[in-house]
């Protein structure tokens, strides 16, 4: 019996063994601890593997975004959920109806309406941008260099051609004429005083101080007071210009000046194109030829001729060219030449130190008015010019061609 008894203890049945109360045994001991899940492709083989791989990843998914998703639904619906949109899906691609008319009506934003306009090339022509004033000082001097090789070289297919040839060059590469006198303004910056400027000033002198058709002054068309000049390899028409400039500013009516302009191209109003040994020009239909530095052509002696045709008796003929062309240095062979081509000498001035200028005039068809002669026996000295002009063309040893040192 024991000493005492407590409720609950049950000490008649329990044994009680040495070493306290036994410990209890734990059910879980023995079993394999449960991991949480974890995916593992290689563990789900077949097709349980993959559709168990995408059902974990959807809900996933669906755990990060269900808070946004509410938060959307709560801002955007206004009400429960309407049992028409479950109809209004496309059978096809499950999309409604309504969104895609939606996004069909939907206009463009047009940010600036000028933008949308198509270009019209004729009527919004592009500007052009000058690119020399972004050259550095090294790019323009590079640049000066090939326009001045470029000069040079349509300089010297002038010089060594027939007028024909060159005619049929400038009408295929019209640009190169630009080219050319392009190069000769530069030229001519740097000489001391322009030929056409003096003969300009001539011509301003005669009508001012003579009377037309008076010794000194200008011959006028059948003894009349109209004096028509023509200027032959005129380029741009300067002596043209200058020449009605001052008609204008001194208007006289006893005397009218008229000017026909030629050349290889029509830069302006007042030039005609026309190979200038044969000219648009009615015989006996000008008083004064000019040829300021035009003799050019192989064939320069064709152009002399061609101003006898269209000169009248009396008429002048004014030349100028470079001193450096001359074979003889001093231009007696190239006067002697002009005369063969049915003219008289009158005055030479070489004061210019680059230039020599020539006066002739043309004689009178009867011989009564013809001016004397030396002992010349002008057929058998114009045979032989035209010998020799069959051998070699007159621009090759009468007028040397002024041709520029390659550099």
């Known amino acids: 019996m024991s000493l005492f008894e407590v409720e609950g203890w049950d000490l008649g049945t329990a044994k009680v063994k040495k070493g306290g109360i036994p410990k209890q045994k734990n059910k879980n001991k023995g079993k394999k601890e449960e991991k949480p899940y974890q995916r593992d492709d290689r563990s789900h083989g077949g097709r349980d593997g993959k559709d168990r791989k995408f059902q974990d990843k959807g809900d996933r998914k669906d755990k990060r975004h269900d808070g946004r998703r509410d938060d959307r639904d709560m801002n955007t619906r206004k009400g429960p959920r309407d049992s028409k949109d479950f109809g209004n899906r496309d059978s096809k691609d499950g999309k409604r109806k309504h969104d895609s008319d939606e996004r069909s009506t939907k ?8 933008l949308e306009k198509p270009f019209d090339a004729e009527t919004e022509k ?18 000066q260099k090939l326009s001045g090789s470029r000069f040079r070289w349509i300089n010297e297919q002038l010089y060594t051609s027939t007028s024909v040839d060159a005619l049929e060059l400038i009408q295929k590469q019209p640009s190169l004429f630009d080219e050319y006198h392009q190069g000769f303004k530069n030229q001519v910056e740097g000489w001391p005083e322009n030929p056409v400027d003096i003969f300009v000033r001539d011509i301003k002198e005669k009508t001012l101080k003579r009377r037309v058709n008076s010794p000194g002054g200008l011959p006028g068309i059948n003894h009349t007071k109209e004096v028509v000049i023509a200027d032959m390899g ?4 300067k002596l043209a210009l200058e020449v009605s400039k001052f008609l204008k500013q001194n208007k006289r009516k006893n005397f009218e000046i008229k000017l026909h302009s030629f050349d290889l191209k029509k830069v302006n109003d007042r030039i005609t194109v026309a190979d200038i040994a044969n000219v648009p020009l009615a015989d006996e239909s000008c008083s004064v030829a000019i040829f300021c530095l035009a003799l050019m052509g192989t064939n320069f002696l064709d152009f002399i001729k061609e101003a006898n045709r269209i000169l009248i008796p009396r008429g002048e003929l004014w030349i100028s ?3 450096s062309r001359f074979s003889d240095g001093k231009g007696e062979e190239f006067i002697n030449a002009i005369k063969l081509c049915g003219f008289r000498h009158r005055t030479t001035d070489d004061s210019n130190k680059m230039f020599t200028r020539f006066e002739f005039f043309k004689p009178f068809d009867d011989n009564s008015a013809r001016p004397k002669t030396k002992f010349i026996n002008a057929e058998s000295d114009l045979e032989k010019l035209e010998a020799k002009r069959g051998k070699a063309p007159e621009g090759q040893w009468l007028l040397k061609p002024c041709i520029y040192k390659r550099r």
């Open 321 to 323: 060219e470079i001193k």
């Open 107 to 114: 206009k463009p934003k047009v940010s600036d309406p000028e």
């Open 126 to 143: 592009p500007e052009l941008v000058s690119t020399t004033t972004k050259l550095t000082p090294l790019q323009q001097k590079m640049m």
């Open 234 to 237: 005129c380029g741009e028409a």
